[in-house]
């Protein structure tokens, strides 16, 4: 009994960023069709088998081949399906992952050596959220309490670092009113006047 030829399958292939899994289909799947994938032209074991493939996480650019099979007969060839890996940017480096500001005092935060090429978007949460700002340097609000902002990188690529490098804002105790002592309620003309300050605010400096 002779068999009709079966004809290879259709699939598209896909980009991805570097680290992240594709997800490759094959185009309008028939029943009783075997789908089998592989990552050689010809010969060698399906790394999967069924219509809908997701691949393991990629780093680069990788070539599956597809095909069709049904009753010990399969397609004359397989499909080439490419996948681009794009490259995915580093966690941004800061100027300072500490921070220390006065009650109610803006915060400056900043990339150290940016990218033009790159962009960066702060969040206040470590994954998820909406980003509260986005540039190479950014002023936060007045400061009311401690907080952590996290910054991501995103390239042309549309690639975003796979983690936020976090920046932590600390609020200062108020320095305490301090006490001044001097040499006397009074001084001659031409003489010299001592005059020391305190303060209960440990390292506290006198201005």
Not at 52 to 81: H, M
Not at 93 to 121: F, G, K, M
Not at 122 to 134: D, M, R
Request: glycine letters at 8%; charged letters at 5%.
């Amino acid at each position: 009994t002779v068999v009709n030829t079966i004809d290879a399958p259709l699939a598209d292939g896909t980009t991805i960023c570097a680290g992240q899994s594709a997800v490759l289909n094959v185009k309008d799947p028939l029943a009783g069709i075997s789908y089998k994938w592989y990552t050689a032209a010809t010969g060698g074991t399906p790394v999967f088998i069924g219509a809908a493939f997701t691949t393991d996480q990629l780093s680069a650019n990788t070539t599956y081949y597809v095909e069709a099979a049904t009753g010990g007969c399969v397609s004359q060839s397989r499909t080439i399906v490419p996948v681009t890996v794009n490259v995915t940017p580093s966690a941004p480096a800061v100027t300072n992952t500490a921070v220390i500001v006065c009650p109610n005092e803006i915060a400056t935060l900043s990339i150290q050596h940016p990218n033009v090429s790159l962009t960066y978007r702060w969040y206040t949460s470590l994954t998820g959220g909406t980003p509260v700002a986005t540039g190479s340097s950014i002023m936060t609000p007045a400061i009311t309490a401690n907080i952590t902002y996290y910054v991501d990188a995103t390239n042309t690529s549309g690639c975003t670092s796979t983690i936020r490098t976090p920046v932590s804002i600390t609020i200062s105790a108020s320095a305490g009113n301090p006490t001044v002592t001097g040499n006397g309620a009074g001084i001659c003309p031409g003489s010299m006047a001592t005059l020391v300050a305190t303060s209960t605010t440990a390292n506290a400096g006198f201005r």
